[in-house]
């Protein structure tokens, strides 16, 4: 298993921008594809964008898209996600996830991942 810690959450305003992170350690991070969820109050984890090994494939759900743009370094076994344009639908708990996962593959149902962290609260304020 990897262990994964995120940072970077807080309070920000409707429009703003906030980038998380996501540390890995344990295991060898390049060996994983990566995702993002997240978890508003009252409402089911939902999934937000996934990174493929290397970083050249990625995606996104569809109310996030043009917004947020996952990424990682490999080198500093770290994952993140620059949310740009934020609004208070936006208002969750976000989650990091690692899959083991061979070549280019990456996931974006949360039963392709093992590994999760605690999670980082974003508020956004209208």
């Known amino acids: 298993q990897v262990q994964l810690v995120e940072s970077g959450g807080g309070l920000v305003q409707a429009g703003g921008s906030l980038r998380l992170s996501c540390a890995a350690s344990?295991?060898?991070?390049?060996?994983?594809?990566m995702g993002w969820f997240r978890q508003a109050p009252g409402k089911e984890r939902e999934f937000v964008a996934a990174?493929?090994?290397?970083?050249?494939?990625?995606n996104y759900a569809d109310s996030v898209k043009g917004r947020f743009t996952i990424s990682r370094d490999n080198a500093k076994n770290t994952l993140y996600l620059q949310m740009n344009s934020l609004k208070p639908e936006d208002t969750a708990v976000y989650t990091c996830?690692?899959?083991?996962?061979?070549?280019?593959?990456?996931?974006?149902?949360?039963?392709?991942?093992?590994?999760w962290g605690q999670g980082t609260q974003v508020t956004v304020s209208s």
């Open positions: 344990g295991r060898t991070f390049s060996y994983y594809a």
């Open positions: 996830a690692a899959g083991y996962a061979s070549g280019s593959d990456y996931y974006t149902s949360a039963s392709g991942f093992g590994s």
């Open positions: 990174v493929s090994r290397s970083g050249v494939r990625t």
